[in-house]
């Protein structure tokens, strides 16, 4: 089974970039998981629907940020089937932004997510169920894992289960100075479903990645800081100043043009999933989308010098 880019690659690269940008752009919304593998996207839609309450919003900026929040704070922004839902007609959103330059995910009322809803998890409890939703968060997750921006998971308060998993989809995670990751999964006698481990050892590497699964293991801004989980530790711990804070540190990597932006995540993307000689095709490739483009031609006529 070749993995969407590698089809990518397989595709005559014609002179008309945005024909190719618009089927890496196809190839990107290509899902893990379709009827092959069993998976009935209809049939998880139509249960997880039971399951309402909350919601998940998007508001895209103009200056190409979004922000992406859980909302269920009744619930400790826990995710409701219907919310898994919505995750995913946000992210189709995000894959076709094409000002966008950078996500900040983040939850309600100074908490991240506590997971799954653990009313639906009781109902969902067929072996069967688990598996679609499963394989349903794993499309979502890798599609905003995907997605040409630069994404930040904002972590306040609790990042639990389901949760932390959903933060090992962002390229980064920046956590407040009282908040705490923890994969509680063990103690549900369960593992991650929704790619966290997969993806938590890719950031780790196997060890820390063990030890926080083996162990349910509580990780504080500090801890997470010093395995390299998080990127930094914001000053502010009051509900709305972190979002900023957040806002600030995104605009360190996403001053530019969207279309340099989203090649810049594209090439990273290529070098992170797959294998060398194929990722450099991909980055010959995205890199001519973007030689003799309009910002390579304006830096070209400003003679800029990088002091
Ligand atoms: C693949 C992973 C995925 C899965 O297996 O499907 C999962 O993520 S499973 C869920 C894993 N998450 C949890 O087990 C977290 C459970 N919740 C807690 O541990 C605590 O609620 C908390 C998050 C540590 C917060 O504790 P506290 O500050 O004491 O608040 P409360 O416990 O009173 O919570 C307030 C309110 O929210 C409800 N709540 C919290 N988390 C969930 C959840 N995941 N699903 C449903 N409801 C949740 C909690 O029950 C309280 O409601 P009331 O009891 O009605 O007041």
């Not at 394989?135 to 994404?151: A, G, H, S, V």
């Given at each position: 089974?070749?993995?969407?880019?590698?089809?990518?690659?397989?595709?005559?690269?014609?002179?008309?970039?945005?024909?190719?940008?618009?089927?890496?752009?196809?190839?990107?919304?290509?899902?893990?998981?379709?009827?092959?593998?069993?998976?009935?996207?209809?049939?998880?839609?139509?249960?997880?629907?039971?399951?309402?309450?909350?919601?998940?919003?998007?508001?895209?900026?103009?200056?190409?940020?979004?922000?992406?929040?859980?909302?269920?704070?009744?619930?400790?922004?826990?995710?409701?089937?219907?919310?898994?839902?919505?995750?995913?007609?946000?992210?189709?959103?995000?894959?076709?932004?094409?000002?966008?330059?950078?996500?900040?995910?983040?939850?309600?009322?100074?908490?991240?997510?506590?997971?799954?809803?653990?009313?639906?998890?009781?109902?969902?409890?067929?072996?069967?169920?688990?598996?679609?939703?499963?394989?349903?968060?794993?499309?979502?997750?890798?599609?905003?894992?995907?997605?040409?921006?630069?994404?930040?998971a904002l972590i306040?308060?609790?990042?639990?289960?389901?949760?932390?998993?959903?933060?090992?989809?962002?390229?980064?995670?920046?956590?407040?100075?009282?908040?705490?990751?923890?994969?509680?999964?063990?103690?549900?006698?369960?593992?991650?479903?929704?790619?966290?481990?997969?993806?938590?050892?890719?950031?780790?590497?196997?060890?820390?990645?063990?030890?926080?699964?083996?162990?349910?293991?509580?990780?504080?801004?500090?801890?997470?800081?010093?395995?390299?989980?998080?990127?930094?530790?914001?000053?502010?711990?009051?509900?709305?100043?972190?979002?900023?804070?957040?806002?600030?540190?995104?605009?360190?990597?996403?001053?530019?043009?969207?279309?340099?932006?989203?090649?810049?995540?594209?090439?990273?993307?290529?070098?992170?999933?797959?294998?060398?000689?194929?990722?450099?095709?991909?980055?010959?490739?995205?890199?001519?989308?973007?030689?003799?483009?309009?910002a390579n031609l304006?830096?070209?006529?400003?003679?800029?010098?990088?002091?």
């Amino acid at each position: 089974m070749f993995s969407f880019l590698e089809m990518t690659v397989s595709l005559l690269w014609k002179p008309f970039h945005r024909i190719a940008n618009g089927r890496l752009m196809q190839q990107r919304t290509m899902s893990l998981y379709n009827q092959t593998h069993g998976f009935r996207e209809d049939e998880i839609k139509a249960k997880l629907q039971q399951f309402t309450g909350g919601s998940v919003d998007l508001s895209k900026e103009d200056d190409g940020i979004g922000i992406l929040t859980l909302n269920n704070p009744r619930f400790m922004n826990a995710f409701t089937g219907t919310m898994m839902i919505e995750l995913q007609e946000r992210v189709a959103e995000l894959e076709s932004w094409k000002n966008g330059k950078g996500l900040i995910v983040h939850g309600a009322e100074n908490t991240f997510c506590s997971g799954s809803d653990l009313n639906a998890v009781r109902t969902l409890s067929r072996p069967q169920d688990g598996v679609n939703m499963c394989m349903f968060m794993q499309n979502i997750l890798t599609r905003l894992m995907r997605l040409p921006l630069i994404t930040v998971a904002l972590i306040q308060g609790k990042a639990l289960g389901g949760g932390a998993e959903l933060t090992t989809a962002c390229d980064f995670r920046l956590m407040t100075s009282e908040s705490e990751m923890r994969f509680v999964h063990k103690h549900m006698g369960l593992v991650p479903g929704w790619g966290g481990a997969a993806r938590l050892v890719q950031i780790l590497g196997s060890s820390p990645a063990l030890r926080l699964l083996s162990g349910a293991e509580k990780v504080d801004a500090e801890r997470a800081l010093c395995l390299g989980l998080i990127e930094a530790v914001l000053p502010s711990s009051e509900e709305r100043r972190p979002l900023q804070e957040a806002r600030t540190w995104l605009n360190l990597y996403t001053k530019g043009p969207p279309e340099v932006i989203q090649s810049v995540k594209k090439v990273v993307s290529a070098g992170r999933e797959l294998q060398l000689e194929t990722a450099l095709r991909i980055e010959k490739e995205i890199f001519g989308t973007v030689w003799g483009g309009p910002a390579n031609l304006h830096a070209l006529a400003q003679r800029t010098k990088h002091k």
